[in-house]
């Protein structure tokens, strides 16, 4: 599905000029990143992940049930990333999930003489930024536009536009704009060899 979108989709150019050639080379040289991630995505839908057209996953590791796991289009999952599925993740439209991000639906009580499971939905709004190696609690709403400070652990709902860092993460302060035309998944690589910048 991704490479359908892709070629549907690509960056029409002349491959007498120097900037074709190059978009060319570019398309030869990451065709194995691209079946690569193709793969991984239908393997994804197969079981049962809810996936728009244009996203891309690298390597992730999931732990659960993948049914709950959906993703709007636009958006991009860095390496690295853990993704808990004991209860539904939605990651929104045109979303950046930096390397090494974490998370988490599941935790225990800590006053629980049984030390039970308890579980709790993420959910990521659309343009917000999850930025390397934070790690997302269960239960938190990242708003729309919010962004996820490198490292930071978030164990609370971040507001729409907020910026948050630090550990627990506190607002340090609020996005400047509230409407954006950005694509995370345009600054892949593969995605740009197709579609341009």
């Known amino acids: 599905m991704l490479i359908n979108h892709l070629i549907r989709h690509r960056l029409k150019v002349s491959l007498l000029t120097p900037e074709g050639l190059k978009y060319l080379a570019k398309r030869v040289l990451l065709l194995g990143r691209l079946l690569k991630a193709d793969r991984r995505q239908r393997t994804l839908r197969r079981q049962g992940?809810?996936?728009?057209?244009?996203?891309?996953?690298?390597?992730?590791?999931?732990e659960g049930s993948i049914a709950c796991f959906s993703v709007g289009t636009g958006s991009f999952i860095g390496k690295r990333t853990f993704i808990q599925l004991h209860a539904a993740v939605r990651v929104g439209a045109h979303v950046a999930i930096n390397e090494g991000v974490r998370i988490l639906t599941g935790t225990h009580g800590l006053d629980d003489p049984a030390w039970r499971l308890k579980v709790a939905p993420v959910v990521i709004g659309d343009y917000a930024w999850v930025a390397t190696d934070a790690i997302i609690l269960p239960g938190v709403t990242i708003g729309e536009g919010a962004v996820v400070g490198a490292g930071s652990v978030v164990g609370r709902n971040v507001a729409p536009y907020s910026v948050v860092a630090g550990n627990p993460a506190r607002v340090i302060r609020s996005r400047g704009a509230h409407a954006f035309t950005y694509s995370p998944v345009r600054s892949s690589a593969v995605v740009e060899a197709w579609m341009g910048k």
């Open 49 to 62: 992940a809810s996936l728009a057209p244009l996203v891309m996953i690298n390597a992730v590791e999931f």
